[in-house]
Structure formats: structure tokens, C-alpha cells
């Protein structure tokens, strides 16, 4: 088990499978030096754990739990194309989706549950560029999705 999968044990998680493509696409691909994740959604063993649209089904600090969810689904995305999550030099970005009732504005504080995950497993390596969109619709009426860009080493 690589250090990362160990920071991931001591937090009380575990690194899930790779969530299957929903679509026609790979769920990460590696370009250079880069690893860019298709957006992730809160799935956990195959199903969705909330649906519906944060600030009305979905409570926001449930939103920003299933953010964190997401993060844990982008590091196996990483892991599927690099094998070792050790090769994370850093997180250079995480664009984060959420689907919002109309009146929501609180899109940053839910994705900084994936950032923060990504923060409390990969210390330093994990401080990174962001974006958080508020969206009207998810796919499966998912209340958020995150996506993210590393850097790994050769």
C-alpha cells in the first residue's frame, strides 16, 4: 500500500473502486505529466447516497460531505491510470459542480469538502487552483460533482 492509501486508512476511509463511466468517456487520462479526472460523482458502492439540488433536497453541509466523497472517487480515477498515488506531485486544480436551488450561493463552501480532503491526505501537495459552479442539474440529479487536475512524477 502506497503512503497516500495510508494517510487514506488513518482517516478512517478507504479507497473505493473506480466508479464506471455512465457515458462514453474514461473516468482519468494521463497527458504528459498530467492526470485529468471526468467529474466525479458521489457514488458510493455503486449508488448514489443523496440526490436533488443543495439548498433545497440537500442540506448544504450534507453537499459538502458528498464533495468529499467525490475527491475520494477522483483519487481512484488517478490511481487507476498511475498505480501509485505516491506519484501525486501535486493537486494543480478542482473544479467543483453544484446543482443549486435558485437561491443558493454557497457553492465554495461545498466544495471545500473535496479540497479539504484533498488537504488532510496529501498535505502540501494537495493546496491547489479552484473553481465552484452553481448548476441547475447534475447527471442522476447528483448534488455535486468535482473534477480534478495532478501533476505526477515519472
Known sequence: MSAVEDRIAELGLKLPAVVPPLASYQPAVRSGSYVYTSGQLPMVDGALPAT???GAEVSPERAKELAAVCALNALAAVKSVTGDLDRIVR???????VASAPD?????????GASELLGEILGDKGVHARSAVGVAVLPVDAPVEVEIQVEIAD
Not at 493537486?91 to 459542480?97: D, E, I, L, T, Y
Not at 443558493?104 to 471545500?112: H, K, S, Y
Open 104 to 112: 443558493f450561493t454557497g457553492q465554495p463552501g461545498v466544495v471545500n
Open 91 to 97: 493537486v494543480v486544480k478542482v473544479v467543483g459542480f
Open 52 to 54: 436533488g439540488k443543495v
